[in-house]
């Protein structure tokens, strides 16, 4: 069976809140042993690698620049691809769903372009941009979600 990969996108200079739920949304993937996919900087992407080291969980990055050395600490698999703004197409397309935390301009490309594509789009404290959009107000909230998501798929 093929991993699970989770996608978690937000503001590489976000507020403290939503950080706080980038680590407890990592560390909930983790916990289901779900594989965390991010853009692999700063930010809700390094809280929520963070939040899921915590828990060993297995996290990539995939990096805009040219080198592996960008990637934050909590990465283990860097994909370095010098595509800047391009690498989130890369993200949202490995992810099976995509979390958007916050409300950064890469953030609403990334939920565009899932909502393009028909990828699950769960939204905390972000882009309330179309109807397809699952608000959740809770980390909690997420992995039920997710869940309810990847059994419907399994039909």
Do not use: H
């Amino acid at each position: 069976m093929k991993q699970i990969i989770i996608g978690v996108v937000g503001s590489s200079v976000p507020l403290k809140e939503y950080e706080d739920i980038a680590f407890e949304v990592g560390k909930l993937i983790a916990e289901k042993e779900w594989v965390l996919i991010t853009g692999g900087l700063g930010g809700v992407m390094e809280k929520a690698c963070e939040g899921a080291k915590s828990k060993a969980g297995l996290t990539i990055g995939v990096l805009p620049g040219s080198s592996k050395k960008d990637a934050n600490q909590f990465v283990d698999v860097p994909i370095v691809t010098a595509m800047q703004q391009a690498r989130n197409n890369i993200v949202v397309q490995t992810a099976d769903i995509i979390v958007a935390i916050g409300a950064g301009f890469g953030t609403l490309a990334e939920i565009a372009t899932a909502l393009k594509i028909n990828k699950p789009v769960i939204s905390i404290s972000s882009w309330d941009v179309d109807e397809k959009v699952i608000r959740i107000d809770e980390p909690q909230e997420v992995i039920a979600k997710i869940e309810k998501i990847l059994k419907k798929k399994k039909k």
